[in-house]
């Protein structure tokens, strides 16, 4: 039998095609289904009117966080719509025996955070979840989708999902990161030279020294944000970085020595040949802020604010406008900039490790007179690890607020929102208008220790300097 070289993608792709369907597109069986209150009531409510069952329940776990409140812990909650949709989960999950994570569970959180946390999320499978940053699962080398709520309907009632097959851009980020820059870094790196819209038909392969090297939660930062550099999903080939994650968690596999032997058979073949390929320098990426509107219109923390007349002519409206709704000078120096909010959490940088690293550098510290700052812990495993180091009580007495599990400000649609137009200094992953919960609010998007920064000084700051980072790296 000829060897045929696959990528990892294209081999998970293969696994769980089981049909063709007329129009050319392939009829893919979903692995794993991460539902949450915002996306699934329709859905559940579809199912109802055309009498279907929830095909495969045990396929499916569900949890609420975008629309719970982090600042309240009982019940009703002030927020109507927030108390009826939860109810409403809580009660779909029941009538169909599908697994919910609940808010006195223990186990509440974002379900990009706990399906890693719980260990559901594992090399070669196919995920799908009605949000787009699904694609952090592919940190495991499982192929995550972000789902529609139509979609997820179909995935209730069939457990599979029509899709057209994806081309692979490989991403090699070879080389050292310098100190102080950060997985955050490398993904709004990556979006700014390839674009919102460069990854529009791909899946994206990331490997090279520098993810070789990242931790596993350095790993989900940047698969998280693969959506937002137009690419359907991304993934990280699996190796003894995402099996030590995995082992001993509540989900993982019993037959361990078993399943990593598969698992290592799902990773890319040496020889495969990828439709594009890419190669960065570790060494070229610098802190980076977002500027403008969307995640691509970012730069150096040490750079200008670029002029819109300078800029390539397909480019300039866009600036244009971002600078308009940014309020910012064409031409001045990012850092410097005010702002008003210092915002920690989110699917992108809500973990452990993001807290752990940022409570290091802010322990005896005060945040910024004037600048709100929040910290939500991703899950409610998170806080409750966070809270046994006394990480609270770092940001609580540095001024930052300690919330409750969930999306918050991220977007918005809970209580937690900008008001007016706010500048944020945000660890979450979009800068649209109107992100945050204020149309004319501004979001800019940057590591951890960079929020981190600017809550302190009052602005955007160089945390390398700040916290004299490349001093102590050395």
């Not at 968690?249 to 019993?254: D, N, S």
Request: with cysteine; proline share 5%.
């Amino acid at each position: 039998m000829i060897h045929t070289p696959k990528s990892l993608f294209e081999k998970v792709w293969d696994a769980h095609e089981v049909g063709k369907l007329s129009d050319g597109r392939s009829q893919l069986l979903i692995g794993t289904h991460l539902i949450h209150e915002v996306t699934s009531p329709q859905a559940f409510g579809m199912l109802k009117d055309l009498d279907l069952p929830v095909r495969y329940p045990h396929r499916t776990f569900a949890t609420v966080d975008h629309i719970v409140p982090t600042d309240e812990r009982m019940e009703p909650y002030s927020d109507d719509l927030a108390d009826a949709m939860i109810k409403e989960l809580r009660k779909n999950c029941r009538e169909n025996n599908i697994t919910f994570f609940d808010t006195d569970s223990g186990k509440q959180g974002i379900v990009h955070i706990i399906g890693p946390e719980q260990g559901i999320t594992q090399p070669g499978m196919t995920i799908a979840c009605g949000d787009s940053h699904t694609s952090t699962h592919g940190a495991f080398g499982a192929i995550a989708f972000g789902i529609g709520t139509s979609q997820v309907r179909d995935v209730l009632a069939t457990q599979t999902l029509a899709m057209s097959k994806l081309k692979v851009r490989r991403i090699n980020v070879d080389g050292q990161l310098s100190p102080g820059v950060y997985a955050k870094d490398v993904i709004l790196h990556i979006i700014r030279i390839l674009g919102v819209n460069g990854g529009i038909g791909f899946a994206y392969e990331y490997g090279g020294d520098v993810f070789d090297n990242f931790t596993q939660e350095e790993r989900m930062t940047v698969c998280n944000m693969s959506i937002e550099g137009g690419a359907r999903c991304g993934y990280v080939n699996p190796d003894e970085t995402t099996f030590e994650y995995l082992k001993g968690r509540p989900y993982a596999p019993k037959d361990w020595e078993s399943a990593v032997e598969r698992w290592k058979s799902v990773r890319s073949d040496p020889d495969c040949v990828y439709d594009d390929v890419v190669n960065i320098r570790g060494e070229d990426i610098l802190p980076t802020v977002t500027w403008g509107i969307t995640p691509g219109q970012a730069i150096f923390v040490d750079q200008n604010i670029p002029i819109p007349s300078e800029l390539p002519e397909k480019d300039r409206g866009t600036a244009e406008e971002a600078i308009e709704h940014m309020s910012l000078v064409p031409g001045a120096p990012i850092a410097g900039t005010p702002i008003d909010v210092a915002f920690l959490g989110s699917c992108t940088n809500g973990r452990l490790s993001d807290l752990e690293e940022a409570a290091h550098y802010l322990k005896g510290r005060k945040v910024a007179k004037g600048v709100k700052a929040i910290v939500v812990p991703g899950s409610q495993v998170v806080a409750s690890i966070a809270e046994k180091k006394g990480l609270n009580k770092i940001f609580s007495d540095a001024g930052f607020e300690w919330r409750g599990a969930g999306c918050s400000m991220c977007l918005a649609m809970n209580p937690d929102k900008l008001i007016g137009n706010q500048l944020c200094a945000s660890s979450s992953n979009r800068n649209f208008k109107g992100r945050q919960g204020s149309p004319t609010g501004r979001t800019m998007l940057m590591s951890p220790i960079m929020v981190i920064a600017a809550a302190v000084t009052g602005e955007i700051t160089d945390a390398r300097e700040l916290f004299e980072i490349s001093q102590s790296a050395a």
